[in-house]
């Protein structure tokens, strides 16, 4: 069981959609930092553990600089983070590059940053050298297939369009020895939001395993394991939150076993977690603007599909919350909607909820991640702002909202066509 609280009380929270229109995300601060503190401690058992926060989760420098703070690198995927990571001050061996379908320019970037480079493929080492030159420190991302089970956000590896066959990792390695690369990484991610403890146990023990028989065969020693992002997050009330203390020790009698105890020397562990470092701690805020009664109860907000994809996207379950009806009982059932122009437009279906009348606040949980990052512009919806709640309790705008200034940005309305 998870509570789901608000960050504020209903009182602050009417006060602030006062100052500063809604929709609006807002993140929690202090609950951010004690959360990654406790990723931290978790793992302290392991020299050079380090979290590289996944910017596409949450990619705004303000949220970042906390991160930082706390010795977080970043996790990149694009120019734009990776540009992102620089203008916030991360650079070098603090930013992961792990991409895919990767155009020369990024690459190009992510050495000149001396990021941490983590290629997708074999085909990848060739373009990398042509593009930018083979850097010191190489990481691949390893694709099991089927000797690993998947799960239901990032399908079955066998189909998934990421990473290495197990043949490609032990030939890549080898071409790469022999064009004078030193440093070595190893990655795999084949979960998306997993709840199971035991799926990050057994993902390690998997890379352990590799680390093993790379060393045998070819004689490499690796300075990491990067165990990839995907820790999954509580995002139904009945759900738990995945026990990281239990993660830690299953993952450190793994490598007690298999590096310490085989000889090999000490491996760093890296995970590139975004959901579980954000998600919880974000909220999206929005009000009530039409109660609408044909076949079912609509509750109309101001918020839609482009504040936050993931119910439309996935049928994503995002509980709310209604901050001055919190005592009422749920006794009635909404479909709580959208302005969009889809019917999928819907951040929840058949939910019950206190009885409900335009104007009243109501709160998305767990909106802190893959939230306003995920936003389009689709049917000329703009995207909110992003506010910052202190830990002193001041409120920040880390983000202002878009205008139709931003909108029509890309356009020329005095070119004659
Ligand atoms: C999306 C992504 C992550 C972060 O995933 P979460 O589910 O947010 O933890 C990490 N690494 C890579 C390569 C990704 O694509």
Redesign the pocket.
Known sequence: MTEKTLPLSPAALEKLAERFPTPFHLYDERAILANVRRLKAAFSWCPGFREYF?V??TPNPHLMTILKREGLGT?C?SMAELVLSERTGITGESIMF?S?DTPAEEFVKAKQLGAVI?LDDISHIPFLERAAGLPDLVCF?YNPGPLKGGNA?IGTPEQAK?GFTRPQLFEGYRTLMEKGVRRFGLHT?VA??ELDPQYFIDTAELLFDLVNELHDQLGITFEFVNM?????IPYRPEQDAVDLERVSAGVKAAYEKKILGRGLPPLKIYL??????T?PYGYLVARVRHIKQTYKNYAGLDACMANLMRPALYGAYHHISVPAKMDLPRDTMYDVTGSLCENNDKFAIDRMLPKLEPGDLIVIHDAG??GHAMGFQYNGKLRSAELLLRENGEVVQIRRAETLDDYFATLDFDLKV
């Open positions: 996944a596409k989760a996790d995927s792990t895919n983590n991302r956000i990421y991610m998306s939001n990839g992002g995907g820790i999954g590139e977690c975004g959901r579980m470092i998600g991640a893959h």
